[in-house]
């Protein structure tokens, strides 16, 4: 697969994530959209690493989003967990906008630099 169309820049304010489902190449791939607080978007693993929550429900502060079951704060840019409990950190997906579209490439992951 290549770039997936997830939402358009209208879907979403500063600060504000949306639950997409997309298409892989190992099946569907649940991706939280996320736009910061300074308007770029971002995509993630909408599966929180700790609790297994959808992280498009949590709150958007700046670059990062907190999962609302249990506080663990990860960065939209890399993925990785900011705040205990969780240690693990989870996918994040390239993004780009073309002609008012946010277009997803779930099946490129960006590696996390250790």
């Not at 600060?15 to 190992?26: C, N, Q, R």
């Not at 996320?34 to 599966?47: E, L, N, Q, T, Y």
């Not at 993925?79 to 240690?87: D, E, K, N, S």
């Not at 390239?94 to 996390?112: F, K, R, T, W």
Request: one cysteine or more; hydrophobic letters at 40%; aromatic letters at 4%.
């Amino acid at each position: 697969m290549s770039k997936q169309i997830a939402c358009t820049t209208d879907d979403l304010g500063p600060e504000e994530a949306l639950l997409v489902e997309l298409d892989g190449t190992s099946g569907t791939v649940p991706v939280a959209v996320v736009r910061d607080a300074d308007g770029d978007f971002h995509a993630i693993s909408d599966i929180c690493s700790h609790g297994a929550v959808s992280l498009s429900d949590g709150e958007v502060e700046g670059c990062l989003v907190e999962c609302w079951l249990h506080g663990s704060q990860f960065d939209l840019r890399t993925g990785r967990p900011l705040q205990l409990p969780a240690v693990q950190p989870v996918p994040v997906y390239p993004v780009s906008v073309e002609d008012g579209n946010v277009l997803v490439d779930v099946d490129a992951p960006v590696a996390v630099a250790s």
